[in-house]
């Protein structure tokens, strides 16, 4: 456990004397640590500079498998602490921003009705830095959209069902009272958007593209619904939100939605790491989020069921 903390250390602090502080040892013996290690893997996993020392690819790669371990290691001690104090073990999951009101708060929801000692940890974020800190070892579970095919390295993900987007702006917003809109009412318009590389990002270039329409130069990215909502409380700003978080804080008051068509949909996946069982709550969760799942497709089929025999 020493070597490994050691090298995510030099991976960190790129000098041998700030590692062996790090992980309390004498630079001399850091030295040989590193050499016995480099040893075991047959590589050169650092290469000395006379500013300090840069990781290899056989470096890059052992410190990313070396502060998973570590992370784990850590969160087994503490898991057991919890459970030695009496508590019920520990759940750390995470969602994009549009899963958490209809997805992750009912699964958190049930999964503590069961066991009401558990701790919860959540991480709301993008879908990358989800799959980043499931691969790192500090999230059990993540439901977010699709990854790209690059970053799908060492996660297994599961559709669990796509969502309609909308268009959305401030109440005062000179557009929010407007009956009927066309694409053309909005080009040149002012957007709050994902950032881009994002897959709610690609649909709304894509639609923008079909629309031939084109965002006005006021562009503001972020993936946090916090500042979208604050922004869009100050600026004639539009931005686009899955149709359950949209009508969450449409319900508050807060934005509303614009006449305009639905821009296409939102894919949700749950992710866990491939190569890791999972524990008993982080198994219970999974079990919720698809349980909620289904408890909303059967709500909307006898929805459907209920209009088509008014028509």
């Known amino acids: 456990m020493r070597q490994l903390a050691l090298v995510v250390a030099l991976h960190e602090r790129r000098s041998l004397r700030q590692a062996a502080a790090d992980v309390a040892i004498s630079q001399p013996a850091a030295t040989k640590m590193l ?74 929801r049930a999964v503590k009705a069961r066991a009401p000692q558990l701790q919860v940890f959540v991480l709301v974020n993008g879908s990358e830095v989800l799959a980043g800190a499931l691969r790192e070892g500090t999230l059990d579970v993540g439901i977010g ?90 600026f004639d700003a539009l931005s686009v939100l899955p149709l359950d978080l949209a009508r969450h804080y449409e319900a508050q008051r807060m934005l509303v939605r614009l006449a305009l068509p639905a821009p296409g949909t939102t894919e949700y996946v749950i992710m866990v790491r491939d190569d890791r069982e999972l524990s008993p709550a982080a198994a219970a969760f999974v079990t919720s989020v698809r349980g909620v799942v289904a408890g909303q497709k059967r709500r909307r089929a006898r929805a459907a069921a209920a209009n088509a025999g008014r028509d």
């Open 145 to 234: 959209s699709p990854l790209a095919p690059a970053l799908t390295h060492g996660i297994s993900s599961d559709h669990l069902h796509g969502e309609p987007l909308c268009i959305v702006a401030r109440p005062e917003h000179p557009l929010a009272r407007a009956r009927r809109l066309r694409w053309r009412d909005v080009d040149g318009a002012s957007w709050i958007l994902q950032p881009r590389g994002s897959a709610l990002r690609e649909t709304i270039d894509a639609l923008f593209t079909r629309a031939r329409i084109e965002p006005g130069v006021a562009l503001i990215e972020t993936v946090s619904i916090v500042a979208t909502l604050t922004l869009l409380q100050e």
């Open 35 to 108: 050499q016995e290690v480099e040893d075991t893997f047959g590589v050169a996993l650092f290469e000395r500079h006379a500013w300090g020392m840069a990781p290899t690819l056989y470096g890059e790669t052992l410190a990313r498998y070396a502060r998973a371990i570590l992370n784990d290691v850590r969160e087994a001690g503490a898991e057991v602490a919890a459970l030695a104090s009496g508590a019920r073990g520990k759940l750390r999951v995470g969602g994009v921003t549009g899963a958490v009101p209809k997805l992750l708060v009912p699964a958190v």
